[in-house]
């Protein structure tokens, strides 16, 4: 089955503090990408960081990096020092089809607690 | 523009009545893309094009569902009939992508929330 799974429906986090949002996916394939997304209050969705298969190296992005363990098929997002500008939902994606058409999960709704 | 500009933003229709969604791609890209979001759901693809022709459009879940791009930039969806079940908000996303399966960013707008009543 081409899934994302996502199994955390809601996160919260102290403002500075360290939080890792979880995501699975199931595929055969060896070369592709995976995404994650924040989509705020407003609904436009934002690219967060994007990490490439045949990498070794987990991709870094500011505050946000990724834990990327192939075999396992989880790519899990995390977010260093929060701010209350994180607050959002946060959505994994994968493109079974071609980038044209991004499978996402369910999504996490992350709180940042002031 | 300087970002994917939809509208309307909001719209409440009526079981049954036709309905227009407009979404306005980024200067220059070529790829624009649909997306459906149920609530508490990720979003669903619905079509995608490159330049004018519909590329995929295997997402519209029946023929009540249509969507053009007639100049390869500003594209319609149009729902015909809509259902309750039709409620969702409406993505609409464009990107360079040229439809290789490449590592090109969408860049979505904030979307048209249709409400059937």
């Known amino acids: 089955a081409q899934t994302v799974t996502q199994s955390q429906p809601e996160m919260s986090v102290q403002e500075a503090e360290t939080v890792t949002l979880s995501c699975t996916y199931d595929?055969?394939?060896?070369?592709?990408?995976l995404f994650w997304y924040k989509q705020p209050p407003s609904r436009q969705m934002i690219l967060v960081i994007r990490?490439?298969?045949?990498?070794?190296q987990n991709a870094t992005e500011n505050r946000f990096s990724v834990n990327f363990q192939k075999a396992a098929k989880s790519f899990s997002l995390k977010i260093s020092d929060s701010q209350l500008g994180d607050a959002a939902m946060y959505f994994c994606?994968?493109?079974?089809?071609?980038?044209?058409?991004?499978?996402f999960g369910t999504g996490t709704r992350l709180t940042i607690i002031p | 523009g300087a970002g994917v500009s939809q509208t309307p933003s909001n719209k409440v229709t009526e079981k049954g009545k036709y309905v227009e969604l407009r979404c306005d791609p980024i200067?220059?890209?070529?790829?624009l893309y649909w997306y459906r979001q149920s609530l508490g759901q990720g979003p669903e693809f619905l079509i995608y094009?490159?330049?004018?022709?519909?590329?995929?459009d295997s997402g519209l879940p029946n023929d009540r569902f249509f969507a053009v791009r007639p100049e390869g930039s500003v594209s319609t969806l149009k729902i015909q009939r809509t259902e309750r079940g039709d409620s969702a908000v409406y993505l609409c996303?464009?990107?360079?992508?040229?439809?290789?399966?490449?590592?090109?960013?969408?860049?979505f707008g904030e979307g048209s929330r249709l409400t059937v009543l």
């Open positions: 990490q490439e298969a045949y990498k070794q």
């Open positions: 994606a994968y493109p079974f089809f071609g980038n044209e058409k991004l499978t």
């Open positions: 200067s220059g890209h070529t790829a």
């Open positions: 595929t055969s394939e060896s070369d592709y990408y």
């Open positions: 094009f490159q330049g004018t022709g519909a590329a995929d």
């Open positions: 996303a464009s990107s360079f992508a040229t439809g290789q399966r490449d590592t090109g960013e969408l860049f």
